[in-house]
């Protein structure tokens, strides 16, 4: 399962079933769990913690030193769920003593080619990255979030769960969830009722978010009463209590 062309350090760990393509350099300290397929002229730097069942296409650089100047050889750490797709040419630093000392990326993940993602970003579950998205470090991105082509996250942005970043979209406050955005400079559409049928969700329950995102943004109120609004709004909706709960815990304010 090891082209004999591929180079691999003594202190790396993987399962008997990784596949490792021609040319691809696995570092010390790199832990590679079942069934994953690294693909061919890849480079993957310790300590990194690749979960079972991952498929990383060719050229992908993970693992590497974080690409910040406070940076001084500390050790940091990129760790991989399970079952994501990491297409050509990605990037992945390692996280920093100051940011957590960890990058993560969850489960269920679809990285198109040319993603970048900074140290000490914390990514969910069953996202999407479509090609040469961008984090820049301390972003976080929860839950089913869709990140168009060339969008990018200013560094400690967070996105709330199922928002959607519109293609070229540069984020450079907090996203609540379920908010779409458009424009270069990220302004809020609509919800993602689109990305949220798919998902299951009753007509009942987008109703109470499209209800919660007037409040925000169609109402014309300040911030401080459009919450006071969600407030009454959540006695009703576990959507709305996570939207509202996403607003008040935002330290960079939210796109509005």
């Not at 489960?107 to 969910?124: F, K, R």
């Amino acid at each position: 399962m090891i082209h004999p062309t591929a180079l691999i350090d003594p202190g790396a760990r993987l399962h008997e079933s990784v596949s490792v393509g021609a040319y691809s350099i696995i570092g010390c300290d790199v832990e590679i769990g079942e069934n994953t397929v690294i693909g061919p002229h890849c480079v993957i730097t310790g300590p990194c913690r690749i979960g079972k069942n991952n498929r990383v296409y060719s050229h992908a650089a993970l693992g590497g030193d974080p690409q910040d100047k406070k940076f001084h050889g500390e050790r940091g750490e990129l760790i991989i769920g399970d079952d994501n797709t990491i297409r050509e040419f990605t990037t992945f630093n390692r996280g920093t003593a100051d940011g957590g000392g960890v990058t993560r990326i969850g489960n269920n993940n679809w990285i198109m080619a040319y993603v970048h993602i900074a140290h000490d970003c914390q990514v969910g579950n069953n996202t999407i990255f479509a090609n040469n998205a961008s984090l820049a470090g301390h972003a976080e991105v929860a839950d089913w979030v869709i990140m168009g082509g060339f969008a990018g996250a200013h560094q400690f942005c967070k996105i709330g769960a199922h928002a959607f970043i519109g293609m070229g979209s540069l984020i450079s406050n907090d996203v609540p969830p379920f908010v779409m955005t458009g424009m270069q400079y990220a302004e809020p559409r609509t919800i993602n009722a689109e990305g949220l049928k798919r998902r299951g969700f009753s007509s009942e329950r987008i109703k109470q978010i499209k209800t919660a995102y007037r409040t925000v943004y169609m109402s014309g109120k300040p911030l401080s009463e459009a919450k006071d609004a969600l407030r009454e709004q959540a006695a009703e909706s576990e959507d709305v209590r996570l939207m509202l709960e996403f607003i008040e815990a935002s330290s960079r304010g939210i796109v509005r």
